[in-house]
């Protein structure tokens, strides 16, 4: 198997995978606890944190703003933070994001309530991505804000400060909408409210609890509603639980290759975030769940048969990271698989619909790709000697399973595997140690 940090990787097929491992803390968590931490007053100490560029990013564009930022040697993933009481400086350069979607939309939100001017660059795939869905709101707030195209894609520039709080119902079900708004709203005047008609995940609500200012929630029938005020935030201490959307990668390549049984330790499993499990639950997975706290696990996966699904509607958003390992293991299943109301795939960091359906049609997977979301025939893939991951990390290490569970000792060479730093650099590494 080849080097992860090259562009390309070599990976050989077939198994086992046994053994009991960990994966990298949680890259929706860290980002919200680096952020959090970055306005509160004081000094917080976050360990366990992504050690993904996307992260690395947050915290960089953060130290800009004189966020005080401290890893101490040797302990890679912790971080002692000291935070500015909600007053960043105004950063003297662009804050580039590189890869990460979510960096840049959160920090649009915090640069919205700062009196200052904040310019937000990153990569080729993230000034394809969608922007208004922030813009908009923050501009309801009063904040100042543009990007090219008149504010749909970045570069976006911010001038903040001055806003007032919205009661918002985002057109579409994101974290990352929810968390910009609610950052924002830290320093808006009155209250702000973002009301999901499918709830997303919670982490901005969670990290703001941990800071002191627990949001009031509402949860029902109607859907999600969640409200803050404006307010201090305390500083505070945390361990980041591993990453839900990088276990996914080795839960499902377990199941996939035969003579494999893989423990995946302690990871977040609380709401919006382990819908991949009730997913692999319904194909017929041999996949246990051992709670280690109030929203973590310990996930034990064993090889076994699996049969198609179909994901579709308010289980979306709880799964949209693992579509893409997820079409795999439903490549191998006996049946079909259908995965519909998810077109949010296709504005990620690559088309994951005309991406994932590709490569797997490569493999000799029968699928339709859709507007959105795509159908896979499950059947007998054989590994692609040649694969792409068109630059996107969870393409690339879905793949990565893709060809393991194909056996035969065939190796396939994926292009753009580089990819996976921006959240999992040790991949390769974790699987070899399985093997
Ligand atoms: C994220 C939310 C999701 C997810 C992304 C991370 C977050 O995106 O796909 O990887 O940390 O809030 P959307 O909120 O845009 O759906």
């Not at 890869?99 to 920090?107: C, D, E, K, V, Y």
């Amino acid at each position: 198997m080849g080097g992860p940090a090259g562009v390309r990787a070599v990976v050989r097929a077939g198994g086992p995978l046994r053994g009991a491992t960990r994966v990298p803390g949680d890259k929706s968590i860290s980002h919200r606890a680096l952020i959090v931490s970055g306005l509160a007053a004081g000094r917080s100490e976050i360990d366990g944190l992504s050690t993904g560029d996307d992260v690395r990013r947050t915290a960089e564009a953060l130290r800009a703003c004189g966020v005080g930022m401290e890893a101490p040697e040797g302990s890679a993933g912790r971080v002692v933070v000291t935070g500015r009481a909600l007053e960043l400086l105004e950063p003297e350069r662009p804050l580039d994001v590189g890869n990460s979607g979510t960096a840049i939309r959160l920090l649009s939100g915090v640069a919205a309530s700062q009196d200052a001017l904040t310019v937000l660059v990153g990569d080729e795939s993230v000034h394809r991505r969608p922007m208004e869905r922030v813009v908009g709101p923050l501009r309801e707030m009063g904040a100042r804000i543009d990007g090219r195209e008149g504010g749909r894609f970045a570069p976006i520039v911010v001038r903040g400060g001055g806003l007032h709080g919205i009661d918002y119902s985002p057109p579409v079900a994101s974290a990352q909408v929810k968390a910009a708004v609610l950052l924002a709203g830290l320093r808006a005047e009155g209250e702000t409210t973002v009301r999901e008609r499918v709830a997303t995940r919670r982490h901005t609500e969670e990290v703001l609890a941990l800071a002191g200012r627990a949001p009031w929630v509402e949860h029902g029938p109607g859907g999600y509603a969640v409200r803050i005020t404006p307010g201090p935030l305390e500083p505070f201490e945390m361990r980041v639980p591993g990453d839900p959307s990088q276990a996914a990668f080795l839960v499902v390549a377990a199941v996939l290759v035969p003579g494999s049984e893989v423990v995946v330790e302690n990871v977040y499993v609380g709401p919006g975030r382990a819908g991949f499990l009730s997913v692999l639950e319904r194909m017929g997975a041999d996949v246990t769940v051992v709670p280690t706290g109030p929203t973590t696990a310990d996930v034990v996966a064993r090889h076994g048969p699996l049969v198609g699904t179909e994901v579709r509607g308010a289980e979306v958003p709880d799964c949209i990271d693992e579509i893409p390992v997820l079409a795999v293991a439903a490549a191998f299943a006996e049946g079909t698989t259908v995965f519909a109301d998810a077109a949010e795939l296709r504005v990620k960091e690559s088309d994951r619909i005309a991406t994932t359906s590709a490569e797997l049609a490569r493999m000799g997977v029968s699928v339709e790709p859709a507007l959105d979301g795509l159908v896979v025939h499950g059947g007998r893939p054989r590994p692609a000697s040649r694969a792409s991951a068109y630059g996107d990390h969870r393409v690339a290490m879905a793949l990565a399973v893709a060809t393991l569970a194909a056996g035969g000792g065939a190796t396939s060479e994926i292009e753009g595997f580089g990819s996976v730093s921006t959240s999992w650099p040790g991949f390769l590494d974790t699987i070899e140690a399985l093997r």
